[in-house]
């Protein structure tokens, strides 16, 4: 198994790098986040999931061990792929914490693929993550008082426009962090996009 990647990063499309090592390149699947995070023909540490299946062999990448650790995790859930595993990573994880402890199914309907029933059990399977590996979601914990930057409401909006999850929380990333409204919020998202 392949656990990380140390080489220059090409960029291809969005969600997918190739990291040269050497000479060898390595095709890489990444969260819309990491692939926003990377930056082209720049040397680069990635932690990589190797996805093994009688038909595939797949790599996927992450900025940190942690969102290594919740990929591995997701994959290991009845119904749940290495896409939608990553769609989850995508997801910061004070709102994932967010949605275990308050039980709010809604957070994760806003995940491409996901519809209410599908949320309702994720959030079984993510709570028995959260209590038998509670180290993933300790970074959030720590974020629990920063929720501004990704305001539900405005996540809605934006994916209710055509935007993915992704990318409407980077775009809300960028925001400027004095907007006290969700509406001042989805402007100025919109207007980045």
């Not at 996805?51 to 859930?77: A, N, Q, W």
């Not at 997801?91 to 029933?117: F, Y």
Request: aromatic share 6%.
């Amino acid at each position: 198994m392949i656990a990380h990647l140390r080489g220059t990063v090409l960029k291809s499309l969005p969600g997918h790098i190739t990291v040269d090592v050497n000479g060898v390149g390595y095709k890489v699947t990444v969260p819309h986040s990491v692939w926003d995070e990377l930056n082209d023909n720049e040397e680069s540490h990635i932690y990589i999931a190797t996805y093994v299946r009688e038909d595939r062999l797949d790599l996927y990448g992450f900025s940190d061990s942690i969102d290594r650790m919740l990929f591995e995790e997701c994959t290991k859930i009845s119904g749940i792929g290495p896409s939608l595993a990553l769609e989850i990573c995508g997801v910061p994880s004070n709102l994932l914490l967010r949605a275990i402890q308050e039980e709010d199914a809604d957070i994760l309907t806003n995940i491409k693929g996901v519809g209410k029933k599908r949320a309702e059990k994720m959030l079984i399977e993510l709570r028995s993550i959260l209590e038998n590996k509670p180290a993933i979601f300790t970074a959030a914990k720590a974020m629990e008082g920063v929720t501004a930057q990704y305001d539900q409401d405005a996540i809605g909006a934006l994916t209710a426009l055509g935007y993915d999850q992704a990318t409407s929380i980077q775009a809300l990333k960028n925001t400027p962090k004095d907007l006290k409204t969700t509406e001042e919020r989805i402007k100025a998202a919109l207007q980045s996009l």
